[in-house]
């Protein structure tokens, strides 16, 4: 739990299936105590929730790192996905609507990018994997 005025920042492990749902409530959590209205929080969470599976379907493990963000005149909360799993050799090919290497719907990304106002991907074959999204409050 963060408390408000506090800083911002923490991290949580993500190795099961259950950990999604503390993803969840963590990312919901932070989002209210910033102030994001329920369609912004939502769609963060829902944005969060696809990258959390993400990181245990396809590298078992990974960690979620948060941090609020300043840019001058705006907030915003950054979420920063971690994995050390398998990596992607074209991500731009798996940001692409319908693009699965596991027989899924191959929407998790594409639809997290939509979701959130920021998303950024970094990867390397046999390394791993960062994604990073970040919502910003509205003026
Ligand atoms: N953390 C990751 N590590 C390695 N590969 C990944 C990772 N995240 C995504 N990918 C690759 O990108 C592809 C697209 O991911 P995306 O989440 O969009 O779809 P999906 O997981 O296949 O299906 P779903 O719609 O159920 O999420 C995956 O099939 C996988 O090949
Ligand atoms: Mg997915």
Do not use: C
């Not at 506090?6 to 999604?20: C, F, M, N, T, Y």
């Not at 969840?24 to 969470?45: C, Q, W, Y």
């Not at 719907?105 to 939509?114: F, T, V």
């Not at 960062?130 to 509205?138: A, D, H, K």
């Amino acid at each position: 739990m963060t408390e408000v005025g506090a800083e911002i920042h923490g991290k949580l492990r993500i190795a099961a299936p259950s950990d999604v749902v503390a993803v969840r409530k963590n990312v919901r959590e932070l989002a209210a105590a910033m102030g994001f209205n329920i369609v912004d929080s939502t769609r963060l969470v829902t944005a969060a929730a696809e990258l959390a599976r993400n990181v245990i379907h396809y590298a078992g493990a990974g960690e979620l790192t948060w941090k609020a963000q300043e840019d001058g005149k705006r907030k915003g909360l950054r979420l920063e996905f971690v994995d050390q799993g398998p990596g992607i050799a074209d991500p731009a090919q798996a940001m692409t609507p319908g693009y699965s290497t596991s027989g899924g719907l191959g929407m998790g990304l594409p639809g997290a990018k939509r979701l959130a106002d920021e998303m950024e991907i970094r990867s390397e074959v046999g390394r791993g994997t960062t994604v990073v999204i970040t919502q910003w409050l509205p003026l």
